[in-house]
């Protein structure tokens, strides 16, 4: 009797498990279809704003923060002629800048990751099969990134390019040179101010969790990627107002978008994920952030060389 109440037990318990499963992801799948519904009434209230800052048309249905919105803004105003995406640096595409456009507006693209796991999981899900999505796995290098994008079918002229791997995210994007985006996305480091041209030293196993462990050494400042954007052709018109990503338009595609310095496109970052030893938040504000990494190097592009990060100008609070 034991063992037919064990073996019932057990299926009850995979029923039950499989019936919540089954709950969750309608739970899940519903509540993304309301995210796009939003999204898309916020999409059409665009054309209500009058504007020429690319913060007024903010608002976030898959992105971290406001990008969504000034993806929209942007696409609507630029003549793009390939609706393909490149986009590096996803986890699991739950939150990233060109969910929304894929499902919004059907675009094709590219996503990479790190992690296989993330890249399993993006496999498994109905995005992958409902639209023309590409995942693939690798760490990404400055030297890699050029045949992970050929391997993939793309080539050329497209549409974004969005970039996010926490490090070498100025040398990678230096790097690359077999497509022409539209639109460059890319994440800056506030920490480093808005005056000087500085990043990190190359270095190719760069894994931000491990650099430092508070996490804020990575990436470059607005005025390096404005140095690169300007050599490839772009030019800068804003940042989101977390103060985290950049949006650079091709030169030829400009046209009357508001074009704007590093200074008048700087936000100093207010979201405070800084982490102790541990690991654990610590909540810190954006001068305690400065002072846990102010000893350690990095290149000042200007003067080409090393210094250390006290070494050059950032506004405090």
Request: with cysteine; net charge negative; hydrophobic share 40%.
């Amino acid at each position: 009797m034991k063992l037919i109440n064990k073996y019932i037990n057990k299926i009850t318990e995979s029923v039950a498990s499989r019936i919540t499963q089954i709950i969750d992801n309608k739970v899940m799948s519903s509540l993304e279809n309301l995210q796009k519904s939003l999204g898309r009434i916020e999409t059409r209230q665009l054309v209500n704003t009058e504007s020429d800052l690319i913060n007024d048309y903010e608002f976030k249905v898959f992105s971290q923060w406001g990008e969504d919105g000034i993806i929209q803004y942007l696409i609507n105003k630029i003549p793009i002629k390939n609706k393909i995406f490149v986009e590096f640096g996803v986890e699991n595409y739950k939150e990233s800048n060109t969910r929304f456009l894929l499902q919004n507006n059907n675009w094709s693209g590219l996503v990479i990751d790190g992690s296989e796991q993330n890249i399993k999981q993006i496999k498994s899900e109905d995005i992958y099969w409902r639209y023309n999505l590409k995942a693939e796995h690798s760490f990404i290098t400055r030297d890699n990134i050029n045949e992970i994008i050929l391997n993939s079918g793309i080539k050329g002229d497209i549409g974004i390019l969005s970039i996010d791997i926490d490090g070498n995210d100025y040398w990678v994007w230096e790097s690359i040179n077999v497509v022409s985006p539209a639109i460059v996305i890319c994440e800056y480091n506030s920490l480093f101010g808005s005056s000087d041209k500085i990043v990190i030293p190359y270095k190719e196993n760069f894994e931000r969790n491990k650099e430092h462990y508070s996490m804020l050494y990575f990436g470059a400042s607005i005025s390096a990627f404005n140095f690169l954007a300007e050599k490839k052709g772009y030019s800068l018109v804003g940042s989101n107002l977390a103060g985290n990503n950049l949006f650079f338009v091709r030169n030829d595609l400009v046209n009357n978008l508001k074009v704007l310095t590093p200074q008048e496109a700087y936000q100093k970052s207010m979201f405070r994920e800084s982490r102790n030893t541990s690991g654990e938040l610590t909540f810190a504000n954006f001068n305690e952030r400065y002072e846990l990494i102010k000893d350690i190097d990095v290149i000042n592009l200007d003067a080409n060389k090393l210094v250390k990060i006290s070494d050059i100008y950032v506004e405090m609070d």
